[in-house]
C-alpha cells in the first residue's frame, strides 16, 4: 500500500513567517500534487510536480519534488493570514488513483 | 465555483437509514471520483465512474454502492447507516480516466451527520 505522511500535521506561525511543509513516502510515484483546502470548501488543485527534483513556483509558493519522486515539499514565503487553510499532498498511485496525506493544518495569525 | 455540484450540502439522519448523495461533473469531464473525509482517516478514496462504467474501487464499505447516468451525473447510496459515516463526503471530477496527472476538480462536499 502507497502512503503519504505529511509534516508537521498543526502549523501556527505569525504574518510575515517563512515555512516549509513536507509530503514523504516510501514509494515512487509518478507526479505529486498540492491542494489546498478552506473550511466548507473542496481541495483545489495547486500544482503538480512530475519530473524528479522539479521546482515550480506559485508567488510565494514553491513546491519540489525529490529527486527519486518518493518526496515533496512546500514552502511558503512571508506567510500572510489569507494563506491559512488544510494544505494536501497528494500522490499518483500505481493504480492510477490520487492518493492524499493526512493535511497539514496551516494557521497564519496577524 | 469550481463547476463541480454537489447537493445536499448537509445532511442529518438518524443509524440504520438510507440516503442518497448526489453529483454533477464539471461540464466537459468523464470522470467522476467518490472520496470520504473524516478527522482521522483524512481523505479516502472510494470509486470511480468513467463515462458511465465503474473504472476503479476504494475503501467502500459494501453497505455503499454509487453509479453514473447517461448525462454524466453520479448518485452514492449510503445504506444501514452506522453513526461512524459521519463524514464530509466529496465529489471531484476530470476529464479523463485513467491519467490523474491533471488532477481533480473538487466540489464542496456533502456534509453527513448520522445520530
Known amino acids: 500500500t502507497q502512503l503519504l505522511e505529511q509534516s508537521p500535521q498543526f502549523l501556527s506561525i505569525q504574518e510575515g513567517e517563512n515555512l516549509t511543509v513536507y509530503c514523504n513516502s516510501s514509494s515512487v510515484f509518478s507526479s505529486l500534487q498540492w491542494y489546498r483546502q478552506e473550511p466548507g470548501e473542496g481541495p483545489v488543485l495547486l500544482v503538480t510536480v512530475v519530473t524528479g527534483g522539479e521546482v515550480k513556483k506559485l508567488k510565494r509558493l514553491t513546491f519540489q519534488f525529490g529527486d527519486a519522486r518518493k518526496d515533496s515539499s512546500l514552502h511558503i514565503t512571508a506567510a500572510q493570514p489569507g494563506d491559512t487553510g488544510l494544505y494536501l499532498c497528494a500522490g499518483v498511485s500505481n493504480t492510477g488513483k490520487l492518493i492524499f496525506g493526512q493535511g497539514t493544518t496551516l494557521q497564519v495569525k496577524p | 465555483d469550481s463547476g463541480v455540484t454537489q447537493t445536499p450540502k448537509h445532511l442529518i439522519t438518524a443509524t440504520g437509514q438510507r440516503v442518497t448523495l448526489r453529483c454533477s461533473p464539471r461540464?466537459?469531464?468523464?470522470?467522476v471520483y467518490w472520496y470520504q473525509q473524516s478527522l482521522d482517516q483524512g481523505l479516502q478514496f472510494l470509486i470511480q465512474y468513467y463515462n458511465g462504467e465503474e473504472r476503479a474501487k476504494g475503501n467502500i464499505l459494501e453497505r455503499f454502492s454509487a453509479q453514473q447516468f447517461p448525462d454524466l451525473h453520479s448518485e452514492l447510496n449510503l445504506s444501514s447507516l452506522e453513526l461512524g459515516d459521519s463524514a464530509l463526503y466529496f465529489c471531484?471530477?476530470?476529464?479523463?480516466?485513467?491519467?490523474?496527472?491533471?488532477?481533480?476538480?473538487f466540489g464542496s462536499g456533502t456534509r453527513l451527520t448520522v445520530v
Open positions: 471531484a471530477s476530470s476529464h479523463y480516466g485513467g491519467d490523474s496527472n491533471y488532477g481533480y476538480t
Open positions: 461540464s466537459g469531464d468523464l470522470s
